[in-house]
């Protein structure tokens, strides 16, 4: 791989709770335009390793290297304002608040009445009209985002990304909960995302199945340490994956 495609790396990263070493010096590379999966088993460190990238979690010990310069993500605002996106596994939308003002939450279109700036709410909802139609998504800007239901609220969290033009959307456990043509649904417009802009999508997965298929490369990580990488190709064809995580 050369090193002047990556877009984000994270090296030697660490972060421990109480009892619990969970991540061991981990890594991992993005690039841009292509899908990456981080696959492990549930308590592996994959959500962990993401929620640092993100700035959920502070590391203990580590670097982010994100276009070509150190970063320390310290805030999810801050991981989305550099341009780093997630759809949770668990979900915190505001119920009483509708689609738009979610998807815009601390980021509202704003207008000036004199030396007062107020919430642009037309320009709100023109743009999330206009953002949803892009991504395909028949969801009513103006519906409270509690009436949706939990493949619709990763539909809008899908959105948020998109409106903030990330170059890196995370995916944290797709597959949870959800029908599996959902699951897919949700993928393809990743996919898309990755084939008309080009963004970086780092897929973390217990699915190693799906995972692999949807992915161009894949990390396994194991006891918080990364055990595996290689093409999608190459970790179908390992042994220790297919006996480990396969079942063949």
């Not at 700036?117 to 892009?134: G, N, P």
């Not at 239901?149 to 959307?169: D, F, G, W």
């Not at 179908?236 to 006996?243: F, M, R, Y």
């Amino acid at each position: 791989m050369q090193k002047d495609d990556v877009l984000l790396r994270m090296e030697g990263i660490c972060k421990s709770f109480p009892g619990v070493k969970a991540l061991d010096h981990a890594q991992l590379e993005l690039r841009p335009g292509k899908v990456m999966a981080l696959m492990g088993e549930n308590g592996a460190g994959k959500s962990t390793l993401m929620k640092c990238m993100f700035g959920i979690y502070k590391m203990d010990e580590g670097e982010i290297e994100y276009e070509g310069e150190k970063v320390t993500i310290t805030t999810p605002l801050d991981a989305l304002n550099r341009g780093i996106a997630m759809v949770h596994q668990e979900l915190q939308p505001i119920p009483a608040r509708t689609v738009a003002e979610n998807i815009w939450l601390g980021r509202y279109p704003t207008k000036k009445y004199g030396p007062i700036t107020v919430v642009d709410h037309a320009k709100m909802y023109k743009d999330t009209e206009e953002l949803l139609k892009k991504l395909k998504l028949e969801i009513n800007p103006r519906a409270k985002l509690g009436s949706l239901s939990i493949a619709q609220m990763q539909m809008v969290e899908i959105a948020k990304a998109v409106s903030a033009n990330c170059k890196v959307l995370i995916l944290d456990e797709p597959s949870l909960g959800l029908a599996p043509n959902i699951v897919d649904d949700i993928l393809e417009v990743a996919k898309t995302m990755v084939k008309n802009d080009g963004i970086s999508v780092l897929l973390v997965e217990q699915d190693i199945t799906k995972a692999l298929a949807a992915a161009d490369r894949g990390y396994v990580i194991e006891n918080g340490r990364v055990a595996l990488e290689g093409t999608a190709a190459e970790l179908s064809a390992n042994e220790h994956v297919k006996k480990a995580y396969l079942g063949i």
